[in-house]
C-alpha cells in the first residue's frame, strides 16, 4: 500500500542509466509519485525547475556542466527552491558535503543506492502518517 503522495520528482545524475533505476525505485517505492522529471546536470535541472513544480529532487554530486554542490548552492539561496527536499545520492563522502548537506537540511545516501535507504530518507520529509482510531 503506497503511504504518501509525492507528485513531483526531479532526478539529476548524469548517468541515464542510473536515472533510470532509480525511477523503478521510486515506482517500487511505499511512496506513491507521479511525474518524475529527469536533468543530466544542475542547469537542466534548474531550467526544469524553473517551468514544473518539484516537490522532492534526487540529485548526484559528481556531474559535468553544473555538479550538484554548485546546483545545491543555487537552490539553496533561491526563494522558491530552497525548501524543496533535496537526497544527495553520491560516491561522494567527504566530511565537508555532509556538514553541508545536513546544515541544509538534506539527506544523504551513499552508492549503491537500494530501496529500504531510499526511502528511509525520502521518509525524514514525507513521513508516514500515523492515524489511531478509537473503535467503540
Do not use: C
Not at 506513491?32 to 554530486?61: P, Q
Request: net charge negative; aromatic share 8%.
Amino acid at each position: 500500500m503506497k503511504t504518501e503522495l509525492i507528485k513531483h520528482v526531479l532526478i539529476i545524475d548524469d548517468e541515464p542509466s542510473i536515472r533510470v533505476f532509480q525511477k523503478v525505485l521510486l515506482r517500487r517505492s511505499k511512496f506513491e509519485v507521479g511525474h518524475i522529471y529527469e536533468a543530466g546536470n544542475g542547469i537542466d535541472a534548474i531550467d526544469i525547475m524553473s517551468r514544473n513544480r518539484i516537490d522532492l529532487i534526487l540529485t548526484d554530486i559528481n556531474m559535468p556542466v553544473m555538479n550538484g554542490i554548485e546546483f545545491l548552492n543555487i537552490i539553496h539561496n533561491h526563494q522558491q527552491f530552497r525548501d524543496i527536499p533535496v537526497v544527495a545520492i553520491t560516491t561522494e563522502g567527504g566530511e565537508q558535503l555532509l556538514n553541508m548537506l545536513a546544515f541544509w537540511g538534506h539527506g544523504y545516501i551513499n552508492k549503491p543506492l537500494s530501496l529500504p535507504v531510499l526511502e528511509q530518507q525520502i521518509s525524514k520529509f514525507y513521513g508516514i502518517r500515523n492515524e489511531y482510531h478509537l473503535h467503540g
